[in-house]
């Protein structure tokens, strides 16, 4: 089975959110059950002195004009990357936009992605693609079209990013006008790249099984609920993982001490360095972590309806965030006011191992959450986490049963709801043994990618 992975990022060469973690690790795991590589687009930010310019280059032709495909390759852990540099899809420097916006000729950087992606399958004999969210959706659609015989797959990482553009997309990246109607890519008179993937792959995936339920009600669908109702038969939920190598508070060089479920008085040292450097007081606190991108999504406004009561409790509060200026702008007001919480603008990887490692608990107070891979490597760390009840937070995070991992959930989006939850978990920090139960029992929790791997590996079989 010749299997080729691709998406607009992964972790190790460009990452912007979980799409690239999942990427790398995902296709790790997979390569124990089956020849696979993978591909991305080459982006100019990337180090050409850090791969080898492959043999193989082409061109693709859209919508009348030609587009001269230069192929890189880089070998990790086994696996084969290509990456696909073209002048138009590259020479930028940001993957999607800048502080502006959207990049407005996404449409056709992401239309010679898909069409490179497509070409390399045919030269590399590939009998399955597997394409990920708006910016590799077209694949499905030019695999069909061209009757090349190559099955697809098609994952849904996050349905709110659909890759819309204006209808005259269609004739920039060659796709023609009978593709524009509400049983293709039409999409209240714009074209929507996410349906193309949709529709004419053989199988869609989503990253959790309840978000796969989800998806199919007006509350999470985002207007294309009909659409996946329709293809229902060919949807299915499968839970993400992180990678275990990379996420191991036992061998990770960015702590300060290493430790186990066995060692936790080394968790408690890391804390203690950890606050030490951030000039944050008062070790024995609760520290409560938040590391996330600044968007509605994510539950930024609920925590800033809440944060005067929760700073207010005796605990530290530390956030590792980027995103919309508006929130940062709001958050930093907090923190001139209230001496127990730090916010950390930006992000960085080993910054995030230590935040993970010093806290006890981890808020994700997200509003929806398709799968959510903080809470995972929260609990790989020793940190508790206290989620909404939501995809799959629901499906990896549980309170009254024992069963991986153990947290706090509230099922509402409230300001009440998340302080409610908040108070549970204070209370069981007071209960020293208890919370170091479940702190260990969480920390041998499984949430390798295994599990999703051999799933993915039966789903490519059935497939083909």
């Given at each position: 089975m010749r299997v080729l992975f691709c998406a607009s990022e992964i972790f190790g060469h460009a990452k912007s959110g979980g799409l690239?973690?999942?990427?790398?690790?995902?296709?790790?795991?997979?390569?124990?059950?089956?020849?696979i590589v993978s591909v991305m687009p080459f982006y100019t930010f990337m180090d050409k002195k850090a791969y080898q310019k492959s043999a193989i280059n082409f061109s693709v032709e859209l919508g009348g004009a030609e587009y001269e495909i230069e192929l890189y390759e880089s070998l990790d852990r086994g696996v084969k990357s290509y990456f696909v540099h073209c002048a138009l899809l590259s020479s930028i420097k940001e993957m999607y936009g800048d502080e502006s916006g959207e990049y407005a000729n996404n449409d056709i950087r992401f239309a010679i992605f898909s069409a490179a992606v497509v070409k390399l399958a045919t030269i590399l004999k590939i009998e399955l693609i597997h394409a990920n969210d708006w910016h590799s959706a077209l694949v499905p659609l030019f695999v069909k079209r061209a009757d090349l015989g190559i099955k697809t797959i098609f994952t849904i990482h996050n349905l709110a990013y659909q890759g819309v553009f204006e209808k005259n997309s269609l004739s920039r990246i060659g796709i023609e006008e009978k593709y524009f109607t509400m049983e293709a890519l039409e999409f209240y008179g714009k074209v929507n790249f996410l349906k193309a993937g949709i529709i004419f792959s053989d199988m869609i995936t989503t990253v959790s099984p309840t978000y796969a339920k989800e998806i199919l009600t007006k509350e999470f669908g985002c207007g294309l609920e009909g659409l996946l109702m329709a293809n229902r038969h060919k949807l299915t939920g499968i839970m993400n993982g992180i990678d275990t190598d990379v996420f191991d508070p036992q061998n990770d060089k960015a702590l300060w001490y290493p430790f186990g479920a066995d060692s936790l008085k080394n968790k408690y040292k890391n804390k203690k360095e950890f606050q030490k450097e951030i000039a944050l007081r008062d070790v024995k606190k609760p520290l409560f972590i938040m590391i996330s991108r600044m968007v509605h999504q994510k539950g930024f406004d609920l925590l800033l309806e809440s944060l005067h009561d929760f700073l207010k409790e005796d605990i530290n509060f530390v956030l590792l965030a980027n995103g919309e200026e508006s929130y940062k702008k709001r958050v930093q007001s907090y923190e001139a006011e209230y001496k127990?919480?730090?916010?950390?603008?930006?992000y960085k990887e080993e910054l995030s191992h230590q935040i993970y490692a010093a806290g006890d608990f981890l808020l994700m107070p997200s509003l929806y959450e398709p799968c959510g891979l903080n809470q995972m490597i929260?609990?790989?760390?020793?940190?508790?986490?206290?989620?909404h009840k939501v995809g799959g937070l629901a499906d990896s995070v549980h309170e009254k049963k024992m069963q991986c991992a153990r947290g706090f959930l509230f099922s509402k989006?409230?300001?009440?709801?998340?302080?409610?939850?908040?108070?549970?978990?204070l209370r069981l920090k007071k209960e020293s043994k208890k919370f170091n139960d479940m702190i260990s029992f969480n920390m041998n929790c499984d949430f390798s990618f295994e599990k999703s791997a051999l799933l993915y590996y039966k789903l490519y079989k059935k497939v083909l």
């Open positions: 690239a973690d999942v990427a790398y690790s995902l296709v790790q795991v997979l390569s124990k059950y089956t020849d127990n919480f730090k916010f950390l603008s930006g929260a609990v790989r760390y020793g940190t508790i986490p206290i989620v989006p409230t300001k009440k709801a998340l302080l409610m939850a908040i108070k549970r978990a």
